[in-house]
C-alpha cells in the first residue's frame, strides 16, 4: 500500500503514541551519542538546533553539551504564517513557549544569519534512507533550509524510518538522518 504524506504522517504519529516511555529515552541517549560523535558535530562552531516536544528525540542534552563546549547555539523563533528565523541563546533558560507551545528563544535575541551556521539539527515524524524528511506538514524547516549551506541532520526514531517517503520538489534532503541503530550519511 503507498501512503501519502498525510497518511505518513498519522501512521508515525501513532507508532510514537504507542511507543514505550522507557524505550523512548534509551533512543534518545543512543541518537544524542551518535550526533555527538560525529566529525561534523564535534567540528561544527555553531549549531541550529531544534527545542524538543512530546515524544520528538529530546534535544535539551544537545543544546547543553553544545554550550559547554563552546559551540554558539540558535533555535528557530517563527516570525509568520510558515516562517522562521534563527536567533541565538547562551541559556535553556532563554527559552519560552510560542506558536504551537514550542519552546522558542526570546524576541530580542539576536538573529543567528545562515551563513553562520555550520549544522542544522531538525526534527521529522519519519526520514528514509534517502535523506528525505517527513516533517509535521508546516513547511518551516524546507523553508528555512533552502537558504543555508550547513549540514543537514534529521534525528530520527528508528521505528520512524521508512525506506522511501513521499516527496514534493520543495522537500530538503538531509545530509544524516541517525538513528540509535545507525547513521545514514547521504552527503
Not at 15 to 22: G, K, P, V
Not at 59 to 77: H, M
Not at 135 to 150: I, K, M, N, S, V
Request: charged share 25%; with cysteine.
Amino acid at each position: 500500500m503507498i501512503m501519502d504524506k498525510q497518511q505518513w504522517r498519522e501512521f508515525c504519529k501513532l507508532r510514537l503514541r504507542n511507543a514505550d516511555t522507557y524505550e523512548l529515552m534509551v533512543s534518545d541517549a543512543l541518537i544524542i551519542s551518535r550526533l555527538l560523535a560525529l566529525t561534523e558535530y564535534r567540528n561544527a562552531g555553531s549549531i541550529f538546533c531544534y527545542a524538543s516536544r512530546d515524544r520528538e528525540v529530546d534535544t535539551d542534552p544537545i543544546i547543553e553539551n553544545a554550550l559547554n563546549a563552546n559551540k554558539t547555539i540558535a533555535l528557530p523563533r517563527i516570525i509568520g504564517n510558515g516562517m522562521m528565523e534563527a536567533r541565538w541563546i547562551s541559556d535553556l533558560n532563554q527559552l519560552q513557549p510560542g506558536r504551537f507551545g514550542i519552546r522558542e528563544p526570546l524576541a530580542e535575541a539576536p538573529i543567528a544569519p545562515t551563513k553562520n551556521i555550520d549544522m542544522a539539527i531538525i526534527p521529522c515524524l519519519s526520514c528514509d534512507m534517502e535523506g528525505h524528511r517527513l516533517g509535521y506538514g508546516g513547511g518551516y524547516y524546507d523553508r528555512y533550509l533552502a537558504h543555508t549551506t550547513c549540514y543537514k541532520v534529521a534525528l530520527c526514531r528508528e521505528r520512524s524510518l521508512a525506506m522511501l517517503l513521499p516527496t514534493d520538489e520543495t522537500d530538503i534532503r538531509m545530509d544524516f538522518v541517525i538513528t540509535e541503530k545507525r547513521t545514514v550519511v547521504v552527503c
